[in-house]
């Protein structure tokens, strides 16, 4: 019933910026809390970004919280990753979660989950 559809993802150079976007259906946005994980192969998936039902956001580090943006545009029942001065070290699939219970940074505390999308940064 709930699907998460990710866009905005491809090829940029290093200083660029991307949105990404996560549509979500069959749930209010507005009423759960969403976060942005990455993964690059052999690694774990990583948390990126967390807004919790209440718009409270939380960051990874300090540097991404430099960096990256997370929102919400409740109208649109959708989330967004906004990535300036993008790094080749950001290059990664980023994935959109969704939980009703939990404002986490933990894989676990969510059900759902989008298809991720490719953001590839060259140097």
């Known amino acids: 019933q709930v699907q998460l559809v990710e866009s905005g993802g491809g090829l940029v150079q290093a200083g660029d910026s991307l949105r990404l976007a996560c549509a979500a259906s069959g749930r209010t946005v507005g009423t759960s809390h969403m976060a942005w994980f990455r993964q690059t192969p052999g690694k774990v998936r990583e948390f990126v970004a967390l807004?919790?039902?209440?718009?409270?956001?939380?960051y990874s580090a300090d540097s991404e919280k430099g960096r990256f943006t997370v929102s919400r545009d409740n109208a649109k029942n959708t989330v967004y990753l906004q990535m300036n001065s993008l790094k080749p070290a950001d290059t990664a699939v980023y994935y959109c979660a969704l939980s009703i219970y939990y404002a986490s940074t933990s894989r676990g505390d969510y059900r759902y989950w989008g298809q991720g999308t490719q953001v590839t940064v060259s140097s």
């Open positions: 807004i919790s039902q209440s718009g409270s956001t939380t």
